[in-house]
């Protein structure tokens, strides 16, 4: 048994196998191959079944990490898959885009001299396996339900949620503003990281189980807030959110300084197929461009190997930090190192200077003074440090902030905070109106995917609680 429980020592980590950099840089195909099974399952084994298992105290879903693990060592892929999704309703997405090393990985108590555990790979390969196999099927509730909830937001929050209530058998609506359903999963993040069909089959699934999408569906264009509430029983807004943060410095207004979600939209929609005006014409395509990035989380990452991939001359990220106190995962910085990206380390813009379009970044190194609020070092300019970079394509990955939903639903009465996103009592995520609830990025601000995913989960639960004690006391009168 303690050589079971010891395999770390004996046996490396072992990635799956990862394209070069050379061929990868040619497309927009993701960059790992699957696990073959026997290399799973060694993976697997490499767990050493600790007592106080970190892994998943810091996974945001609280997933049964070592024990899907013992799963696929011992070859019970079936078994493994059904305890990875008994807490997660996307464990093939999270172990593709989930910032891992931050997470799961970088607490693994093995890490430190051993190299940790790599749980995302194996979590990738289990569900790819499930459903390869058809173990993966639309979703037969044991009982149909006939309150209806509407769901407003297609995105990770939205689509856990739905799943969780259709499973219950209430009837699912989800209403969101793209054409297809996913969100940011689908417009936001290339097809390096998730390619497109992966969630495809997800959201396949769910309209498969009876849940209703209403695509290119604006809450407050094709229907009030208050519609809505009058149609269904329950309404969760998971809209995420979509409004870039601003930049307030010279030149930022000039042509080819864009945000970064138009920039990542217009690339996937043109992997799409699909007409894009502003691809096509150029002013969103990075090719024979030199670009460069401002920013410094995933975000920023996505932009600049999706330029590179796009053929451009030259690619750069300009950050106000340096590389240990990057937000990005340091895994993604990695890969882009690799295919040709440039890191400009502590600096930041000045201005962005040209007639019409912009032509050159003025900047400014930076240092790191001292800890702000939150505990890291707050950048300071240095004094006398100007230079200037050739740009033809400035990207501003700078996050992103709430819209302003009460006007855009057409619901001034929704209460939001001093920051835009909707307020909610945090034990039963409803909104100041009744019946009406919030999870994902609307209420915790841009976060992680697998947050959302948790924020959905626990919604859907509230709902459901909610709801069933509405129909247990309506049958209590009615007795």
């Not at 689908?186 to 390619?195: A, M, N, R, T």
């Not at 800890?371 to 033809?392: K, N, Y």
């Amino acid at each position: 048994m303690a050589d079971d429980l010891l395999k770390f020592v004996s046996i490396e980590q072992e990635m799956p196998s990862k394209r070069v950099a050379a061929d990868r840089r040619l497309d927009f195909s993701e960059i790992y191959a699957e696990y073959v099974p026997d290399a799973a399952k060694e993976q697997s084994s490499r767990c050493s079944q600790c007592g106080v298992p970190f892994c998943h105290i810091h996974c945001p879903l609280g997933n049964n990490i070592p024990d899907w693990l013992r799963l696929t060592a011992e070859g019970r892929l079936e078994d493994a898959y059904e305890m990875a999704a008994s807490t997660n309703n996307m464990p093939e997405i999270c172990g593709r885009i989930c910032p891992q090393d931050r997470l799961c990985e970088g607490n693994c108590v093995i890490e430190k001299d051993f190299s940790s555990v790599t749980i995302g790979s194996v979590e990738k390969y289990i569900a790819d396996t499930a459903w390869d196999n058809g173990w993966i099927k639309p979703i037969k509730p044991r009982a149909e339900r006939s309150e209806s909830v509407g769901i407003i937001g297609a995105g990770p929050a939205g689509l856990a949620a739905a799943e969780e209530l259709r499973t219950a058998g209430f009837q699912v609506h989800i209403y969101d503003r793209y054409d297809r359903a996913g969100g940011l999963l689908v417009y936001g993040i290339p097809g390096f990281k998730l390619e497109k069909d992966v969630v495809g089959r997800r959201t396949g699934r769910l309209e498969q189980s009876g849940i209703t999408f209403h695509m290119d569906f604006e809450v407050g264009r094709d229907a009030s807030l208050s519609d809505l509430r009058e149609k269904h029983d329950a309404i969760l807004i998971a809209t995420g959110v979509y409004r870039s943060r601003g930049l307030k410095i010279p030149g930022v207004g000039l042509g080819n300084v864009r945000e970064a979600l138009d920039y990542l939209v217009a690339s996937n929609r043109k992997g799409f197929g699909d007409k894009v005006p502003e691809f096509d014409d150029g002013s969103l395509d990075a090719n024979g461009k030199h670009v460069v990035v401002v920013g410094g989380g995933d975000t920023a990452m996505d932009c600049v190997r999706t330029a590179v991939r796009q053929g451009a001359k030259s690619v750069k990220c300009l950050y106000r930090r340096d590389r240990d106190n990057m937000p990005g995962s340091a895994r993604e910085v990695k890969n882009a190192e690799e295919e040709g990206v440039e890191f400009v380390w502590l600096s930041g813009p000045e201005a962005f200077d040209g007639d019409n379009t912009v032509k050159t970044v003025r900047a400014y190194k930076m240092r790191l003074g001292a800890a702000d609020v939150t505990g890291r070092q707050a950048p300071e300019p240095v004094p006398d440090s100007a230079f200037t970079l050739e740009c033809d394509l400035a990207i501003l990955a700078l996050g992103f902030e709430p819209e302003n939903l009460p006007a855009l639903f057409g619901a001034p009465e929704l209460r939001v905070s001093r920051w835009g996103t909707v307020t909610v009592d945090h034990q039963s995520m409803m909104t100041n109106l009744d019946g009406v609830f919030a999870a994902g990025d609307i209420v915790r601000g841009a976060s992680l995917v697998v947050w959302a995913i948790r924020d959905g989960r626990d919604a859907a639960n509230a709902i459901m609680k909610r709801l069933t004690a509405s129909q247990t006391k309506k049958q209590e009168v009615a007795a």
